[in-house]
Nanobody, 129 residues
């Protein structure tokens, strides 16, 4: 059974930076898709960044492209999200997710929730103006 644990969320001022981390266990990390999602109260959970752990190809939503960077340490089975130029609208609970069916993820798109089998509990990011 896959388990994901996120860390790094905190309160920052607009324009600041944060790095989120997510360590995955209990599944085969290499060859999976890994993603970061976020959800604000009353909103749908939104995919913001994803990476194919095999080739390292990355994907971003338009809302974070150019400001956020997803990366990985395959030795540590750890995923990162470097977030720069943070805005108040980035405030959300951020979730890490693992998708262990790469062909399915590739077909439907790695920023969609259905791509993913395992989810972390989330880490809160609050950006104040």
């Amino acid at each position: 059974q896959g388990r994901l644990v996120e860390s790094g969320g905190e309160s920052v001022q607009a324009g600041g930076s944060l790095t989120l981390s997510c360590r995955g266990t209990g599944y085969t990390y290499s060859g999976a898709y890994m993603g970061w999602f976020r959800q604000s109260p009353g909103e749908e959970r939104e995919g913001v960044a994803a990476i194919y752990t095999g080739a390292g190809r990355t994907y971003y939503s338009d809302s974070v492209k150019g400001r956020f960077t997803i990366s990985q340490d395959k030795v540590k089975n750890t995923l990162y999200l470097q977030m720069n130029s943070l805005k108040p609208e980035d405030t959300a609970l951020y979730y890490c997710a693992a998708g262990t069916s790469p062909m399915y993820c590739m077909r439907i798109g790695p920023l969609l929730r259905d791509c993913y089998d395992y989810w972390g509990q989330g880490t809160q990011v609050t950006v104040s103006s």
